[in-house]
């Protein structure tokens, strides 16, 4: 593994008496993807622009490089950032904004001139020197706001929710876009998102935060398949959350049927939440299913079916490419490794809120 | 004529009636003689030494007050900006109030307050201290200038720093730019169109105006709005007061072409 670049230790910030970060400890790894993903008002943009210098913590400390950089201005770091709304500056063109910070360094002539070519060929923009900002689209702002910043050689590249003001379809290009960036520049990626599938798609670490408080750390796989707890695996993707009762080691009760599971170590008789993805529901007839239900809803969408199946008093929500009209009877079964068990919340700030998607 | 246009109508009277004829007549005495013949003496008269000192004058009065509205205003602006919504409409309030008041009244407010023996200097007198003899000045004028056309500087320059986003000064810090550098290479030149508006409304009435001259100046100051005046009230030469307007129309209309060059979304404009 590389050697930690980043380290945030014990940050907290609240604005106004409001507490937006709660004693937050993470840490970052040289030419790490990493994302802060959450939904708004979770603390993620607070926890970039605390990195990018333009918010001081309450307490706690931001060590870059085995440095304390808590209190250095932004002008004085060695990472940059490129905003939600591209923030270019409108009244110069491409060249004099991607050049802007070099000529701040005072970088010679040729200097320059080389590297806003390399720049705009890296953002596959040639020849867009003269243009000015605001006769490009949104997805070319946005690429020359990352010129911008990697003109700098930054060890780190903050990105503030980049594609959100970007429509889908260029949103997914620029997703593969900063992927093939990021290998080729070989630096840092600090991203925040509200954008789940950004954040399975691109990232080599995930923070799901909610309430000021980190989650759930971990590999897109780990976080779409083991959620630690309802928030995740609510924030993340579709899923049937489910009151259950542990019985045993490896058997969990559901709706009042028992199913076999991998899980361990929750202890006998001991309430818990599960977690099964809608695409690991198997319907089948109603005599081989561990649960009988009735199909509610159908909607088809492209890839699969998407139904509704109400089962010992549930809705369950079930991905198939098999298609069961409404008012089919069915069987539900799931099989034991997709059950994910999850301890229910200690706290309510782990408790799961409702998101707006 | 569609019924949206139809409401256009009574300003459209208005406007011919009281915009339209009269500088048509502007025009006509300005160009024509006493005798009603065709003539350029009414413009040309400009060139005269008694005119073009009392235009000179004017340009240079009215260019310092707009110099100094300006070196007041954008420091002010500024501050309003960076203030929150509260502490911010309270100043605001405190800094329109005055513009309610009658501009004439407030300039004979301070007539009676610069005078010799006005307020002022009763004050100063009653605590020894040197007397002020600005009435009756140039420095009186532009003290009056700069009082009475500072907001129209404030407003368009406080405009467009508000349109500014905050993102922007911070993506100059983090490219590295310090307050000095993130100052000159990005709030001024982002603000240039408040700014030549906050010029262009504080330059042109002061060149125009000939109650400020007239009451803080005494008769001894001529400008050329006060030029103008005299031919109307006591001279009775509509022709050569005509002249003389559309000559001081040039200027204006000289400045309005600068000013729509450099602002060309309208943004820094507050009407």
């Not at chain 2, 982002?190 to 009451?215: C, E, N, Q, R, W």
Request: with cysteine; net charge negative.
């Amino acid at each position: 593994m590389n050697k930690k670049l980043i380290d945030l230790q014990n940050i907290s910030k609240s604005f106004d008496g409001q507490m937006i970060l709660d004693d937050l400890n993470l840490y970052i790894r040289e030419n790490e993807f990493l994302t802060l993903l959450g939904p708004s008002g979770c603390g993620k943009t607070t926890t970039l622009r605390i990195l990018g210098g333009f918010e001081t913590p309450d307490s706690g400390k931001v060590i870059f490089d085995d440095t304390d950089i808590t209190k250095l201005p932004p002008n004085k770091r060695q990472l940059n950032t490129v905003f939600q709304k591209y923030a270019l500056f409108t009244h110069m063109t491409i060249a004099e904004n991607i050049a802007f910070g070099l000529k701040i360094k005072n970088k010679t002539k040729s200097y320059i001139d080389d590297k806003i070519k390399y720049a705009l060929k890296l953002v596959n923009l040639d020849g867009y020197e003269n243009r000015m900002p605001d006769s490009l689209s949104g997805g070319q702002q946005q690429r020359i706001a990352i010129a911008r910043a990697i003109v700098n050689e930054p060890k780190v590249l903050l990105l503030d929710e980049p594609l959100g003001a970007l429509d889908l379809k260029l949103r997914q290009d620029m997703q593969y876009e900063l992927i093939r960036l990021k290998n080729e520049l070989g630096i840092t990626f600090i991203y925040v998102t509200h954008d789940q599938e950004e954040a399975l798609t691109m990232s080599d670490t995930i923070v799901v935060m909610n309430q000021g408080y980190i989650q759930q750390i971990g590999t897109p796989e780990s976080i779409y398949n083991e959620p630690e707890n309802a928030f995740v695996a609510d924030f993340i993707g579709d899923s049937n959350i489910i009151s259950a009762t542990m019985i045993e080691d490896k058997l969990v009760e559901i709706l009042g049927t028992k199913f076999p599971c991998v899980d361990t170590g929750f202890g006998c008789n001991k309430p818990v939440d599960v977690v099964i993805r809608p695409e690991d529901v198997i319907l089948s007839s109603p005599a081989t299913g561990r649960i009988k239900g009735v199909v509610t809803h159908l909607i088809f969408k492209g890839v699969h079916y998407e139904m509704e199946v109400t089962a010992n008093g549930y809705e369950w929500l079930v991905h198939s490419t098999g298609m069961f009209p409404v008012g089919t009877e069915v069987g539900i079964d799931v099989d034991p490794f997709n059950i994910q068990i999850m301890n229910k919340p200690a706290s309510e700030d782990e408790e799961a809120v409702k998101i707006d998607e | 004529m569609n019924k949206k246009k139809m409401l256009g109508t009574p300003y459209f009277i208005w406007s011919v009636m009281f915009i339209l004829v009269p500088l048509g007549m502007v025009f006509y005495y300005g160009l024509t003689d006493k005798s009603g013949a065709f003539t350029f003496e009414n413009i040309s008269a400009i060139t005269s030494p008694e005119h073009s000192k009392a235009l000179f004058l004017a340009l240079l009065l009215s260019l310092i007050a707009t110099v100094i509205c300006l070196l007041l205003a954008y420091p002010l602006a500024m501050i309003l900006c960076s203030m929150n919504i509260n502490q911010h409409s309270f100043i605001v309030l405190i800094f329109i109030l005055p513009m309610w008041m009658n501009f004439l009244l407030r300039t004979l407010a301070w007539q009676t307050l610069l005078e010799k023996t006005g307020v002022i200097n009763n004050i100063l007198t009653f605590l020894h201290l040197p007397t002020l003899n600005i009435i009756n000045t140039p420095y009186a004028i532009i003290f009056g200038m700069v009082y009475n056309f500072l907001p129209f500087m404030v407003l368009p320059i406080y405009n467009s720093l508000t349109k500014i986003d905050g993102n922007v000064i911070n993506a100059a810090q983090d490219l590295g730019a310090n307050g000095l550098q993130v100052f000159t290479k990005i709030t001024l030149p982002l603000t240039v169109p408040g700014i030549i508006s906050g010029i262009t409304m504080v330059f042109i009435p002061a060149l125009t105006t000939f109650v400020i001259s007239k009451l803080l100046g005494g008769s001894k100051i001529l400008l050329i709005g006060n030029v103008v005046e005299e031919e109307f009230t006591q001279a009775s030469n509509w022709h050569l007061g005509s002249g003389l307007s559309i000559v001081l129309m040039i200027f204006i209309i000289i400045n309005m072409v600068i000013s729509t060059i450099f602002d060309k979304d309208g943004e820094g404009s507050v009407l």
